[in-house]
Each structure stands twice: as C-alpha cells, then as structure tokens.
C-alpha cells in the first residue's frame, strides 16, 4: 500500500501571506505529483502538477519537489479568503492515484 | 468536472437496499475511476477500468460492483453488503498519457437512513 501523507491542518494564515502546505510519500519510485484543491461539498480540482526536483511557479502557486527527500510541497503567495479549502497531495502510479487526506487551510481577512 | 456527469447529486438509501450510481462521460478517456470520500478523509479507491469490458478492484470493493459496457459510462452499485455506505462518491477520468492527471464530476452524496 503506498502511503500519502499530510498534516490535516487546520492551516491558518492572514490574508496576504504565504500559505504552506506539505506532503510526504512512500514510493520513492514516484514519478508524477499533483495538488488538488477542495471546497467544502465539491469535487477536487487540479491546481497544480509537478514531475521534477525543483520548483515549478504557476501565478500564485508554486510546487516544490525532492525526490531524495520524498517530499512535495505547495506554497500559496498572497493568500485570499477564496483560497480557504482542503488541498489534497495526490502520486500517481502507473494509471493508479493515491491520496493524502488532505489540509484544510482557512484564510483570515 | 466538465464533460463529466454523476447523478443524483443526493442520494438516500434505506438500509437492505441496492442503489446503482450513475457515472458518464464525453472526454473520450479511456479510464474511468471510482472513489469514496469520507468526511476528514482523502480519496479511497473503490474500483477502476481501462479499457470497455474489463475493471479491477481497488482497495475498498467489498460491497461494491461495477460494469463498463461503454467507454463513456461506468456506473457503481452500493450493494447491501456494503456495511456503511454513506460517503461523498466520486468518478474520475483518466486520457492516459505519461503525466496526465485524473478529472473529476461532481459527486454523488450517499446516505444511508
């Protein structure tokens, strides 16, 4: 069984700072990593995938992968009120998913 | 979720029942997902198909069933062997190419009374 695991938070921060979020997996096989962000009572949408050691910047967002550490993170610049959800780390293995039970972050006004 | 559809959106069920929840899709992916959601939870995967006639079981099939008579429907029975179904199910699709990520419908809200 191949583990994803996160801090469930809650993750509070103010709005306007940096928001964290980190994750932890088993197989360090691994080869492909995605964040995905959930309202309350909705599906989960991608925000962001990342495939390589290193940062990858999306506007506001930006993944960090290391591999060697097997860790993956998100960071949420100038964090909004809207940001408030529960991000969920996913692996992806072959055509299998795996995911962690994710962090609820709240951003306060 | 665009180009996926599940219905209903809300579901009740008495207990001893089958249900049967309806997944559908017009993205052309050949993989199909099913997964349950409990409240605090991450995604549990129920069962999953790749191709038209074929599907495995994930972690959590007992009490579960499915079929995939066409690519674009993948449908998931709640039997009444499933001990407690009341959970927020979701579908997924899958293109399958080399990093391509899953996308979801909307759900389906389970309720057993």
């Known amino acids: 069984q191949k583990e994803v695991e996160q801090n469930s938070g809650p993750l509070s921060v103010p709005e306007g700072a940096i928001a964290s979020l980190n994750c932890t997996y088993s197989?360090?096989?691994?080869?492909?990593f995605f964040w995905y962000r959930q309202y309350s009572g909705k599906s989960p949408e991608l925000i962001m995938s990342i495939y390589s050691n290193g940062d990858k910047e999306d506007g506001r967002f930006t993944a960090q992968l290391n591999k060697a550490s097997q860790y993956v993170s998100l960071l949420i610049r100038d964090s909004q009120p809207s940001d408030s959800a529960t991000y969920l780390c996913a692996v992806r293995d072959f055509n299998k998913f795996y995911f962690g039970s994710g962090t609820k972050l709240n951003v306060k006004p | 979720d665009g180009g996926i559809t599940q219905s209903p959106k809300y579901l009740f069920r008495k207990e001893g029942q089958n249900v049967t929840l309806s997944c559908e899709q017009n993205l052309n992916h050949d993989a199909m997902y099913w997964y349950r959601q409990d409240p605090g939870q991450g995604l549990r995967l129920i069962y999953y198909?790749?191709?038209?006639?074929?599907?495995q079981k994930g972690d959590i099939a007992e009490g579960y069933s499915v079929s995939r008579e066409k690519k674009e429907s993948f449908p998931l029975t709640v039997t009444s062997a499933q001990k407690n179904p009341t959970a927020f199910y979701l579908c997924?699709?899958?293109?399958?190419?080399?990093?391509?990520?899953?996308?979801f419908g909307p759900g389906t809200r389970l309720t057993v009374l």
């Open positions: 197989d360090r096989g691994s080869q492909s």
């Open positions: 198909s790749q191709i038209v006639n074929d599907f």
């Open positions: 997924a699709t899958l293109r399958g190419n080399p990093g391509d990520t899953q996308y």
